[in-house]
């Protein structure tokens, strides 16, 4: 009786091992993980900004006035479309 | 004695181990017994006594405590594009006297860095304490310092705040200082939204510095929370862009121009000139920080005169139509004269506001009691901060009624001895863009139209639109502020500016208006602070912007037009109505 207990016990103490370094594992994945969702926000901070940074509306207007030559056209040149609605 | 010792020779030579004497064996369970409490104390003194410190010591070289940044919320235009926005960068700092690098390394630093050995070495010499060797260098930067694994050297995280619109954007938004805190704008007056809070957690850390276990969290971070402002970056950039080359054109001291949206009372646009990046901020000018649309104050002259006339059609005391005798520009009130340089005989009321005359406008004015123009001023918001949540905005200066004088109450009527700031204005034009009803203000993003507080009946709010609509035309003072394929209307000012109770020959010229004039949208009030080029009137310097402004700014709207688009006609030249200043 006391050896079957005995096995219990010590299968017992090898499953809490295993398991606390299975948790510890998983832990660290969990923590390679943050760090990649933090990695993930820091990037979209910095693309969100280029994207900002290049869609100002002052630069948008330098490129086409200067590279594309657009200009606006005078009030003689726009037609009015009426819509039905 | 003998006897025993016969006896014991008798029974064996069995060495018998000698006996301890009593006191011997005492003594030594005496002590054995000493060193066993002595034992026991210890131990309990480790268990019990000593237990927390022990407890302290074993945790503190296993146990960390690790700060989990917060993320500092963005602050975005009306379309979700970032205004502000907050990117992790990294600080290397050192001890000096634990800073361990041969030349070679100092210099393969300094190339990394973009500076030279010497200029490091000075920054490590100049505190013996702590040095920081580069401040807010980009992440991938620092990584590839750090992997020279130059002895002493740390990095730390911080969080760098960039701002896309740069100096277009810079009043509204303002910036942040140290440690991440607004310090001027939106930045500081939402600070506590837009800020996070930091957390913590415990974790166990294994010998070389690894995290292996999370043991609890502390206190969980809180990330914060985006702001999203009422601005429309196009139109922002247009209203700077407008604002400046008028302000260069002019030579002028400063501008200012606000985009009010009538139905949410939304501020889509507010630019001022002079102004600042907020990117390097080492080289501003305090001058040039100031929000001058909503910090500063001006006499806003002929652009109150919409107010008086509402004010009489209001309380009954003269019509549209009325006519009123300028008398031949002067009117004489005590020892003071009020004068017209232009003066033009009889006048309508509504030609009163189309030619912006001053007598009268002084002459409606006095035949009413102070309180009624002080009731519907103060009605109209003046006097009273417009409450956009802007830090520091101020309320002008409307004095009691009480203390009005009759000159006083004549030059009130025409805008002197009162004082607004530009958003006040132009939120105070909401009364006539509506059918007579002041709406709230805000730099906040909200969600549709609001609803405005009654300030006059429907009829007068409309009666008046009609005249500022007179006034964009030819025989009005602001022919120039007209829009192809939209009827506007509005209001010019020349105002003499009053420094230290003395009227100089210095100018502020605006114009408040709004379009399109079927159901007014917008409103644009412009400012232009000394305009020292020549002319001065608000018609010819501030008119033209609104024009601009406005006009664009109803087509990026995609506001249908009202009137066809050769709907602008400009009074022959030298027929063009000057303003009374």
């Not at chain 2, 004497?21 to 369970?29: D, I, V």
């Not at chain 2, 002590?31 to 019990?48: H, K, N, P, T």
């Not at chain 2, 041969?102 to 920054?123: G, H, I, W, Y």
């Not at chain 2, 310090?183 to 690894?210: F, K, Y």
Request: charged share 20%; aromatic share 6%.
């Amino acid at each position: 009786m006391n050896i079957v207990l005995l096995l219990v016990l010590i299968g017992c103490a090898l499953s809490l091992v295993t398991s606390r370094h299975h948790a510890r594992r998983l832990f660290v994945e969990l923590t390679r993980e943050q760090e990649q969702t933090r990695a993930y926000e820091t990037e979209y901070g910095q693309l969100s900004l280029e994207q900002s940074t290049w869609g100002m509306p002052a630069r948008v207007e330098k490129i086409a006035r200067e590279t594309l030559h657009m200009q606006l056209p005078t009030p003689g040149r726009v037609e009015v479309v009426e819509t039905r609605q | 004695m003998t006897g025993v010792i016969a006896r014991r020779a008798r029974v064996a030579p069995i060495p018998v181990p000698e006996m301890l004497s009593r006191p011997r064996a005492l003594a030594l369970f005496g002590a054995l017994a000493v060193l066993f409490v002595v034992l026991l104390g210890r131990s309990v003194y480790l268990q019990w006594l000593e237990n927390d410190f022990l407890q302290g010591q074993g945790a503190a070289r296993f146990s960390r405590a690790m700060e989990i940044p917060a993320h500092r919320g963005r602050i975005v235009d009306r379309f979700g594009d970032a205004l502000a926005i907050s990117t992790p960068v990294k600080s290397l700092w050192a001890f000096p006297d634990q800073l361990q690098a041969s030349p070679q390394e100092m210099a393969q630093l300094a190339r990394m860095l973009d500076t030279t050995p010497q200029k490091l070495n000075a920054r490590l010499k100049a505190d013996e304490d702590f040095a920081f060797l580069a401040r807010q260098i980009p992440p991938e930067t620092a990584a590839r310092v750090m992997a020279l694994r130059i002895k002493g050297l740390n990095e730390q995280n911080e969080y760098r705040r960039y701002y896309p619109g740069g100096e277009v954007t810079a009043h509204i938004v303002g910036f942040t200082g140290d440690q991440d805190k607004g310090q001027e704008g939106m930045e500081l007056s939402q600070q506590a939204w837009l800020g996070g809070a930091p957390g913590s957690r415990r974790v166990i850390i294994n010998r070389r510095g690894d995290v292996v276990e999370d043991v609890a969290a502390i206190r969980a971070p809180r990330a914060g929370r985006d702001l999203a402002l009422a601005i429309d970056s196009r139109l922002q950039y247009l209203a700077f862009r407008e604002l400046k080359a008028a302000v260069a054109a002019q030579k002028a001291k400063a501008g200012g121009l606000v985009i009010l949206d009538v139905r949410s009372g939304e501020i889509l646009a507010l630019a001022n000139v002079p102004t600042y990046n907020p990117n390097s901020r080492n080289k501003i000018a305090r001058d040039a920080m100031r929000n001058r649309a909503l910090t500063d104050t001006f006499e806003p002259g002929s652009t109150m005169k919409p107010f008086t006339i509402a004010t009489a059609l209001e309380a009954g005391v003269v019509k549209p139509d009325t006519i009123i005798h300028t008398e031949a520009g002067a009117l004489t009130i005590g020892p003071n004269t009020i004068h017209d340089a232009h003066p033009a005989g009889p006048l309508t009321v509504e030609q009163v506001i189309q030619k912006s005359s001053n007598v009268g406008a002084a002459k409606i004015a006095l035949t009413m009691p102070a309180t009624k123009l002080w009731t519907l001023f103060s009605d109209a918001g003046f006097g009273t901060p417009p409450a956009t949540g802007f830090p520091g905005e101020v309320s002008g200066r409307l004095r009691p009624a009480k203390s009005w004088k009759p000159i006083e109450q004549a030059t009130m009527s025409y805008g002197h001895g009162l004082s607004v700031n530009l958003v006040q204005l132009a939120r105070a034009y909401t009364v006539f863009a509506t059918d007579g009803e002041l709406k709230p203000v805000t730099l906040l993003k909200t969600d549709g139209p609001v609803a405005g507080r009654p300030v006059v009946k429907p009829e007068t709010a409309r009666e008046v639109r009609h005249m500022l609509e007179l006034a964009t035309l030819p025989g009005g003072t602001a022919p120039k502020a007209q829009v192809p394929g939209y009827r506007v209307g509005g209001k010019t000012g020349t105002a003499r500016k009053n420094e230290n109770g003395v009227y100089e020959r210095k100018y502020v010229a605006s114009f408040v208006g709004m379009a399109p004039m079927s159901d007014p949208r917008l409103i644009v009030a412009v400012m232009i602070d000394e305009p020292s080029n020549g002319d001065y009137y608000g018609g010819n310097v501030a008119g033209p912007v609104f024009s601009n402004v406005m006009g664009a700014a109803l087509r990026m709207l995609g506001v249908p037009t009202d009137a066809p688009v050769n709907n602008v006609v400009l009074p022959p030249p030298g027929d063009d109505v000057k303003e009374e200043t």
